[in-house]
T-cell receptor, first 115, second 111 residues
C-alpha cells in the first residue's frame, strides 16, 4: 500500500515568496494532520481535518498560514508571505479514525528553508 | 509546564543492555499513549501504543502505563545499535483526537 505522500521533499525559497506544500493521505483514512518540526519546539500540530473539513486549526501560527483539503485525496498547506522563522520540516499524517485506536501514519516530510 | 515531557538525553546504553525511556503527561483524562521512533532525517514511525494501566509487550519492546502517576515508559531489551534514534512519546488527551508530542529522547546504543 502506498503511504502518505508529500511533495516537494525539499524547498528552498526567499523570504516573502509563497510556499505550497502538498499531501496525499492514505486511501480510506478520514483524518489528515499537518505538523511542523523544529529543534526548538519539537513536533507541533498545526491543523487537522476530518472528512475534508478543518476541525482544529489552533496550532496554525498566524494568518500567513492556510490549509485546505478540497477532496479526500489531497491537501495543501500554504505560507504567504514566507519568513525565515518558518524554516522547518513539515509533516503530513493520516489516520483511519480519530479515536486514538488507530495510529497516525506520517509522510516523509517537506524540509523547508526560507532564506 | 509542557503537556508531555521527556528527558531530551542523549541516553547512552551499551549494546545488549536495557534502555528505559520515560514520559510524563499533564492531562489526567488522557486515554491513549503512543511511542514513535524517529531516525535522523526521517519521519516518525509508530512502534507501540498502550491504553490500559500495566505493561504491554511486543518483541523487544515493552510499554508501561501508570495513569495514577501520569507516567508512561518504554523499555527496549537487548538494545542494538540500530535502535539509536529519537523516541517520541505522544498522548491523545481528554479533548479528543489530537496527538500531543513530547520533545523526544535521543537514544544512543554503543557497540
Amino acid at each position: 500500500d502506498a503511504g502518505v505522500i508529500q511533495s516537494p521533499r525539499h524547498e528552498v525559497t526567499e523570504m516573502g515568496q509563497e510556499v505550497t506544500l502538498r499531501c496525499k493521505p492514505i486511501s480510506g483514512h478520514d483524518y489528515l494532520f499537518w505538523y511542523r518540526q523544529t529543534m526548538m519546539r519539537g513536533l507541533e500540530l498545526l491543523i487537522y481535518f476530518n472528512n475534508n473539513v478543518p476541525i482544529d486549526d489552533s496550532g496554525m501560527p498566524e494568518d500567513r498560514f492556510s490549509a485546505k483539503m478540497p477532496n479526500a485525496s489531497f491537501s495543501t498547506l500554504k505560507i504567504q508571505p514566507s519568513e525565515p522563522r518558518d524554516s522547518a520540516v513539515y509533516f503530513c499524517a493520516s489516520s483511519p479514525s480519530g479515536t486514538g485506536d488507530q495510529p497516525q501514519h506520517f509522510g516523509d516530510g517537506t524540509r523547508l528553508s526560507i532564506l | 509546564q509542557k503537556e508531555v515531557e521527556q528527558n531530551s538525553g542523549p541516553l547512552s546504553v551499551p549494546e545488549g543492555a536495557i534502555a528505559s525511556l520515560n514520559c510524563t503527561y499533564s492531562d489526567r483524562g488522557s486515554q491513549s499513549f503512543f511511542w514513535y521512533r524517529q531516525y535522523s532525517g526521517k519521519s516518525p514511525e509508530l512502534i507501540m501504543f498502550i491504553y490500559s494501566n500495566g505493561d504491554k509487550e511486543d518483541g523487544r519492546f515493552t510499554a508501561q502505563l501508570n495513569k495514577a502517576s501520569q507516567y508512561v515508559s518504554l523499555l527496549i531489551r537487548d538494545s542494538q545499535p540500530s535502535d539509536s534514534a529519537t523516541y517520541l512519546c505522544a498522548v491523545i488527551g481528554s479533548a479528543g483526537n489530537m496527538l500531543t508530542f513530547g520533545g523526544g529522547t535521543r537514544l544512543m546504543v554503543k557497540p
